[in-house]
């Protein structure tokens, strides 16, 4: 299961974890097996459809498979397909991954595949979820809460999904639509998110407060009570994975791609920061501060050389965010925040390359390096050195 390879970051403050693509390495014998679909559903549903075992190449819309297993029948589309694994699309948004010896007959159902509605997808929430919990709608979201507080969550979730869309489309990038309703679960305890996270076979360190898994395309977080400043932390690493999750479903990476880590990073926690939830139409430019990488940026930016080579590793590889993640977050954050605001064109431009990566494909260092260098033309140096410029002055 992907959600079994989480990878745990842990900064400053909060826990991030992210069971993001970075983990988790798909290498297929044959790239073109790979649905390229999944780039784009939305117009490969009304197009052409790819091709994989048993599935005929046709301009009719993408038929669903079933694969009937030794102890389940699962349906959706095949999004990979070889010698070592399965891995099915559901009509729920979730990727299913499977055994292929596992898997005893498959056959091409004469079914169009269809993403669950958002009336279809709360209707199966609150089964799914019993009667203590309340599933509401709100822009993309879906949003599952104890029925005392899902309006307030679903309100804060309406705020986000606008606030994301309003700073894409200001900046000249223009978001898809999402295939599949967002799904958000607001656990009641601490003791219940964990619980149904060990049920569910992710094992998160003590002191996580949410996160977001690419396997079931959900966010999961609890509510805290009691602390105002605990749960202010809380709520920045919330909008953080909530932000990863609008960003993987939207068209700015793909769930089964790899992008250079610094940059989802980078991108989700611009969305700590207070002014991104803001609801006023002008923002304090000092609301753009996210304060819990502000202070590590600070340091770091008292050696620019230093940080500039750091910068240079990121661009290349990811292992920074392991060694030295408070380092990376710092980074990844300040870098992006400058370059959304200040170098919009070329940034935007880079995420949309970045978008088309395709999934399952290694990016390599020198691609990485590349692409980077073409997008932004001037050394890891002067970037450091005019972010820090840009973010002294806000
Ligand atoms: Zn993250």
Redesign the pocket.
């Known amino acids: 299961m992907l959600t079994s390879k989480l990878e745990m970051?842990v900064s400053d403050k909060t826990i991030?974890v992210?069971s993001?693509p970075t983990t988790v390495h798909y290498r297929w014998r044959s790239p073109s097996v790979i649905l390229e679909f999944f780039l784009c559903l939305v117009f490969a549903l009304s197009s052409a459809a790819p091709r994989s075992d048993g599935v005929e190449l046709t301009s009719e819309p993408l038929r669903l498979m079933e694969l009937h297993l030794d102890s389940a029948i699962e349906r959706g589309l095949p999004i990979a397909w070889d010698a070592k694994q399965v891995k099915l699309l559901r009509v729920d948004g979730s990727i299913g991954e499977f055994d292929p010896n596992a898997i005893r007959r498959h056959q091409v159902l004469d079914q169009a595949f269809v993403p669950d509605s958002a009336i279809q997808m709360r209707g199966q929430l609150q089964r799914e979820f019993g009667k203590r919990y309340s599933v509401e709608g709100g822009g993309n979201f879906a949003i599952v809460a104890p029925t005392e507080t899902v309006r307030l969550w679903t309100q804060r979730f309406t705020q986000l999904d606008r606030s994301f869309q309003n700073y894409f489309s200001t900046r000249g990038f223009q978001l898809r639509p999402a295939e599949f309703p967002l799904v958000g679960i607001v656990f009641p305890s601490q003791k219940e998110f964990m619980q149904y996270a060990l049920q569910t076979g992710s094992k998160l360190p003590t002191g996580t407060v949410g996160y977001y898994s690419i396997a079931t395309n959900r966010l999961y977080l609890y509510e805290m009570r009691g602390n105002a400043e605990a749960e202010r932390e809380a709520l920045m690493t919330v909008w953080?994975?909530a932000a990863?999750q609008l960003a993987f479903n939207r068209g700015i990476h793909q769930r089964l791609s790899d992008p250079p880590r610094w940059m989802?990073?980078g991108l989700?926690?611009i969305f700590e920061a207070p002014g991104m939830m803001s609801q006023r139409t002008t923002m304090d430019p000092a609301d753009l501060i996210n304060a819990s990488r502000w202070g590590q940026w600070k340091k770091l930016a008292e050696s620019p050389e230093k940080m500039a080579s750091l910068l240079d590793s990121m661009i290349r590889d990811d292992r920074l965010f392991r060694s030295q993640p408070s380092d990376a977050y710092a980074i990844a954050w300040g870098v992006s925040l400058y370059l959304a605001e200040r170098d919009t064109n070329d940034y935007m431009q880079y995420l949309r390359k970045l978008s088309k990566l395709s999934p399952g494909v290694d990016y390599p260092e020198t691609a990485r390096i590349r692409d980077f260098q073409s997008a932004f033309n001037t050394s890891s140096l002067m970037l450091v050195k005019s972010a820090d410029r840009f973010l002294q002055g806000l």
Do not use: K, N, Q, V
Request: glycine share 10%; net charge negative.
């Open positions: 970051i991030d992210f993001g953080h994975e990863h989802p990073e989700a926690s």
